[in-house]
Nanobody, 123 residues
Framework: VQLQASGGGLVQAGDSLRLSCAASGRTFSGYAMGWFRQAPEKEREFVAAIRLRSGTYYADSVKGRFTISRDNAKNTVYLQMNSLKPEDTAVYYC??????????????????WGQGTQVTVSS
């Protein structure tokens, strides 16, 4: 599986962005998908995930502002980000979990990673 993230950019606080992650491969619909982010000099952290049977998951810091969704017909997962804050500034990565056995918020649960897209929120 290859993942291609896009949609990042420079926005002002309070603005919205929608990130997209296009996946190759026929088994996309069976994978859990996640978004992570990494700010400079910080660890990569969980943002959101979507699993077929158990629904969606969010980090507390983005709950109520971000929405993850997927379109299996287009092999694409989205991250709608509203009410953006300067602390949301980071490189955002999409990831695919083939095994579906690990904790959804754990980076090690994911088997495939995209290249990342930069999101910068100015105050």
């Amino acid at each position: 599986v290859q993942l291609q993230a896009s949609g990042g950019g420079l926005v002002q606080a309070g603005d919205s962005l929608r990130l997209s992650c296009a996946a190759s491969g026929r088994t996309f619909s069976g994978y859990a998908m996640g978004w992570f982010r990494q700010a400079p000099e910080k660890e990569r952290e969980f943002v959101a995930a979507i699993r077929l049977r158990s629904g969606t998951y969010y980090a507390d810091s983005v709950k109520g502002r971000f929405t993850i969704s997927r379109d299996n017909a287009k092999n694409t997962v989205y991250l709608q980000m509203n009410s953006l804050k300067p602390e949301d500034t980071a490189v955002y990565y999409c990831a695919a979990d083939r095994r579906l056995t690990g904790p959804v918020r754990d980076r090690d649960s994911y088997d495939y990673w995209g290249q990342g897209t930069q999101v910068t929120v100015s105050s």
